[in-house]
T-cell receptor, first 110, second 113 residues
Framework: DQQVKQNSPSLSVQEGRISILNCDYT??????FLWYKKYPAEGPTFLIS?????DKNEDGRFTVFLNKSAKHLSLHIVPSQPGDSAVYFC?????????FGGGTRLMVKP | DTAVSQTPKYLVTQMGNDKSIKCEQN?????MYWYKQDSKKFLKIMFS???????INETVPNRFSPKSPDKAHLNLHINSLELGDSAVYFC????????????FGQGTRLTVV
């Protein structure tokens, strides 16, 4: 019973274009959402987060959108760069526990 | 000066053995975690310690025992290893237990043969 789902296991985009990574959740108790980026043989690193009281948070090339009614969030990367190629994990917080999605592998082609 | 370091990075061992994975953080955080990334790549929390006290203990076999000698360390001991324990184990730390971004170690790939 996966409470956080990333339905696209992989995504390929051209350098300079927009990358959109999606995440769906089922638990309405989640009140804080995070995106992590992971390179091979490394641990996940925090990228950006959003509180449930907001619908958008922006940090440079990265923007996270939250649609609470749809229980959906997305990460936009504009413009995409080859160095963005990694696995991206969506995570949701309820109480004192993070629940992670299964990850989406992003490949940015030069 | 790695923020969250865990050792070893790779661990290959036989079924039935007992092994430990060490984790140390130099960020001054008060909360540390152990996560397991299974074969399907899902990251699942196993344990969480805040100020050396256990606050999360998910459904994990009691063969797994975390030990926190101080706030900067959280070690994971695994007894009687089984094939299904093969996974990548990540240590992480954060300041506080909520609304905090966790910093992860590089992972320990455990292979039980």
């Amino acid at each position: 019973d996966q409470q956080v789902k990333q339905n696209s296991p992989s995504l390929s985009v051209q350098e300079g274009r927009i990358s959109i990574l999606n995440c769906d959740y089922t638990n309405s108790m989640f009140d804080y959402f995070l995106w992590y980026k992971k390179y091979p043989a490394e641990g996940p690193t925090f990228l950006i987060s959003i509180s449930s009281i907001k619908d958008k948070n922006e940090d440079g090339r990265f923007t996270v959108f939250l649609n609470k009614s749809a229980k959906h969030l997305s990460l936009h990367i504009v413009p995409s760069q080859p160095g963005d190629s990694a696995v991206y994990f969506c995570a949701a917080n309820a109480g004192n526990m993070l629940t992670f999605g299964g990850g989406t592998r992003l490949m940015v082609k030069p | 000066d790695t923020a969250v370091s865990q050792t070893p990075k790779y661990l290959v061992t036989q079924m039935g053995n007992d092994k430990s994975i060490k984790c140390e953080q130099n960020l001054g955080h008060d909360t540390m975690y152990w996560y397991k990334q299974d074969s399907k790549k899902f990251l699942k929390i196993m344990f969480s310690y805040n100020n050396k006290e256990l606050i999360i203990n998910e459904t994990v076999p009691n063969r797994f025992s975390p030990k926190s000698p101080d706030k900067a360390h959280l070690n994971l001991h695994i007894n009687s290893l089984e094939l299904g324990d093969s996974a990548v184990y990540f240590c992480a730390s954060s300041q506080g237990v909520t609304y905090a971004e966790a910093f992860f170690g590089q992972g320990t790939r455990l292979t039980v043969v």
